[in-house]
Antibody, heavy 124, light 106 residues
Framework: EVQLVESGGGLVQPGGSLRLSCEAS????????MDWVRQAPGKGPEWVGR??????????EYAASLNGRFTISRDDSQNSVYLHMSSLKTEDTAVYYC???????????????WGQGTLVTVSS | DNQMTQSPSSLSASVGDSVTITCRAS??????LAWFQQKAGKAPKSLIY???SLQSGVPSRFSGSGSGTDFTLTINSLQPDDFATYYC?????????FGGGTKVEI
């Protein structure tokens, strides 16, 4: 069974930093792309970014609206993906989900599994 | 950015009804369209990918169709477990983005 377990959320002051972790099990972690998606209270999901697999050089993509404040990394030996967040703003308050992406028949990647999420609250 | 517009934003239905949710992309997305179900306080759950392919374990009363810019999610014979919010999402171009959601209420 695929499991994704996020951790690291909490209360942080504006301008602060935080690192979220997502530990995976139940599949070969090195294969899929991994993403972070967030959801502000009462809003729909918002894609944060993606990290590709080793075969694709661990390259990353991010939502432009983040203006370079967030960085995604992964450690295949630990079956984990990370989200490093800096210069946090109150509008970054959200539940942060990690998601596993797999290939469809056209070789594009879609979200197949989601973690349970971890809440990040940015407030003074 | 490719904007995803869902309609309606909410609907009321009864157990046994069939419901259809529409999702429109502002630009063509080929068949790179997914649907998710989300219940209050829970993570989204993948239902459909590539417009019409059911994710493993998803009941066959869920179906998807469409092409280009216009897509639909249909739920036949609505069950109590189906009352939730549904989101479409395009994965054709960056940024990957979601529709605004459709809340299916009793």
């Amino acid at each position: 069974e695929v499991q994704l377990v996020e951790s690291g959320g909490g209360l942080v002051q504006p301008g602060g930093s935080l690192r979220l972790s997502c530990e995976a099990s139940g599949f070969t972690f090195s294969d899929p792309y991994m993403d972070w998606v967030r959801q502000a209270p009462g809003k729909g999901p918002e894609w944060v970014g993606r990290i590709r697999n080793k075969a694709m050089g661990y390259t990353t993509e991010y939502a432009a609206s983040l203006n370079g404040r967030f960085t995604i990394s992964r450690d295949d030996s630990q079956n984990s993906v990370y989200l490093h967040m800096s210069s946090l703003k109150t509008e970054d308050t959200a539940v942060y989900y990690c998601a596993r992406e797999v290939r469809d028949n056209s070789a594009f990647y879609y979200f197949a599994n989601w973690g349970q999420g971890t809440l990040v609250t940015v407030s003074s | 950015d490719n904007q995803m517009t869902q309609s309606p934003s909410s609907l009321s239905a009864s157990v046994g009804d069939s419901v259809t949710i529409t999702c429109r992309a502002s630009q063509g997305i080929r068949n790179h369209l997914a649907w998710f179900q989300q219940k209050a306080g829970k993570a989204p759950k993948s239902l459909i990918y590539a417009v019409s392919s059911l994710q493993s374990g998803v009941p066959s009363r869920f179906s998807g169709s469409g092409s280009g810019t216009d897509f639909t999610l249909t739920i036949n014979s609505l069950q109590p477990d189906d009352f939730a919010t549904y989101y479409c999402q395009q994965y054709d171009t960056y940024p990957l983005n979601f529709g605004g959601g459709t809340k299916v209420e009793i």
